[in-house]
């Protein structure tokens, strides 16, 4: 089975402090995903890395930065947390561009910040 | 860039009756349709997906769903509703060009005994 594993369930953080979300993937894929998820607005796309230290803007990247260092490693980075970016993350990865395959997804990290 | 709507936020249905959650679609290019399942504080789990074929998919724990070209629509179906049929469903479009997948609101099913 495919596991996507996300570092931390449970983030409390302080404005302007500097926040780092860790997702791991296991099954070599090549896209990795970082989406928000939020009451009544469903999951809007962050960034997304289709290879190695590529990166894409989604529709909300103001705010975040990515890393992809390693294949099976996408990083999402909040340079100084805000408020409003208190949500839930959700990592997701899937095979090669263009054939259509599923997300596989982490179990979400929960930010809160004070 | 593509986009879907699940028109209905929330939907009742009683356990042992038959349930739709609607989607409709927009996309440029030929739709790759998804439906995924959320539990509570949870991650999102696949159930299914169209890309080409029969349009009638069916999926896991007894899902099926249709898409219909015309109406640019892909709802999801069960025959027969069950009390832990009750979560969260996302449709989600993708078409065949790019990475990104887009996804709906999202639409809160809840199965009464």
């Known amino acids: 089975d495919v596991k996507v594993t996300q570092s931390s369930r449970y983030l409390v953080k302080r404005t302007g402090e500097k926040v780092f979300l860790e997702c791991v993937q296991d099954?070599?894929?090549?896209?990795m995903f970082w989406y928000r998820q939020d009451p009544g607005l469903g999951l809007r796309l962050i960034y997304f890395?289709?290879?190695?230290?590529?990166?894409e803007k989604g529709d909300i990247p103001e705010g975040y930065s990515v890393s992809r260092e390693k294949k099976e490693r996408f990083s999402l980075i909040l340079e100084s947390a805000s408020t409003n970016q208190t949500s839930m993350y959700l990592c997701a990865s899937s095979l090669q561009r263009g054939l259509g395959g599923e997300l596989f997804f982490g179990e979400g990290s929960r930010l809160t910040v004070l | 860039a593509q986009s879907v709507a699940q028109p209905e936020d929330q939907v009742n249905v009683a356990e042992g009756n038959p349930l739709t959650v609607k989607c409709t679609y927009s996309v440029s290019g030929n739709p790759y349709l998804f439906w995924y399942v959320q539990y509570p504080n949870r991650g999102l789990q696949f159930l299914l997906k169209?890309?080409?074929?029969?349009?009638l998919v069916k999926g896991s724990y007894g899902f099926e769903a249709e898409f219909n070209k015309s109406q640019t629509s892909f709802h999801l179906k069960k025959p027969s509703a069950l009390v832990s049929d009750s979560a969260l469903y996302f449709c989600a479009v993708r078409d065949g060009r790019n990475n990104d997948m887009r996804f709906g609101a999202g639409t809160r099913l809840t199965v009464k005994p």
């Open positions: 099954m070599d894929h090549e896209n």
């Open positions: 169209y890309i080409t074929g029969d349009n």
């Open positions: 890395s289709y290879d190695v230290k590529m990166k």
